[in-house]
């Protein structure tokens, strides 16, 4: 445990997931789930815990049956993301999730959990296209400002796509490992079924739906429970 996890002032249990992770259990993106919101009742100190684990995104679990959620990265409170529902939906067990956007439902086919989802409820973000993989790779982070979601064909027939996301909030997060609420938007872009490799090699597959829906799946896996 580093000094950033002793430091926290209220005990309590925080699971840490890794979201989207490739077919090797490797990467994906880092989640903290507190799955007993009273411990930390108001939105200041949630606020603050988020900030001082430095995931991109902590969860609070507010009614483990109704799956109620509160979602916050190190500088913000966010109505709806992707990797963070995925995960607690894993972790809960439950066929919903609610997070202030509104009921996300959840499926489950032993490798995969899926969501599904609206692309309105994703916060806003620049989809910016390359010519090649290889051009995706060699982007070096950019200056804070937009939230930057750089994309390319691997192989279009196949709907692969090679992605990185740039946040660029100044929060400590240059780079998000995988971002679910991104390929949400750009599954409605496209408008296609996508398998996309995002950061060193987590791996998210979405699927348009009826009614505006889309799926997102990913793996999960539990990296360590933190008692602090």
Known sequence: MNTTETSLLAATD??????????????GNALGVVRDGRTYPHEAARQALAKELGFSETV????????????YTPGVRLPF?????VGVAWLLDVEVVCPPAGEVWVRGDGEFTWIEARAEWAPPRTLRQYGSAAEVDALE??????????WAWEE?????????GFPGRGDGIDEDEATGAAALLLTAELGRA???????GSQMLTAPGPDGIIELGGRVRLERTLTV
């Open 14 to 27: 925080i699971d840490v997931l890794r979201v989207f992770c490739a077919g090797d259990g490797r990467y």
């Open 60 to 71: 609070f679990v507010d009614d483990p049956e109704r799956g109620t959620v509160d979602i």
């Open 81 to 85: 993301a992707g990797h963070p529902l």
């Open 141 to 150: 982070v950019p200056e804070p400002g937009e939230w930057i979601y750089a």
């Open 156 to 164: 279009e027939a196949a709907g692969r796509v090679r992605a990185r």
């Open 194 to 200: 996508l398998n996309i490799t995002q950061g060193l």
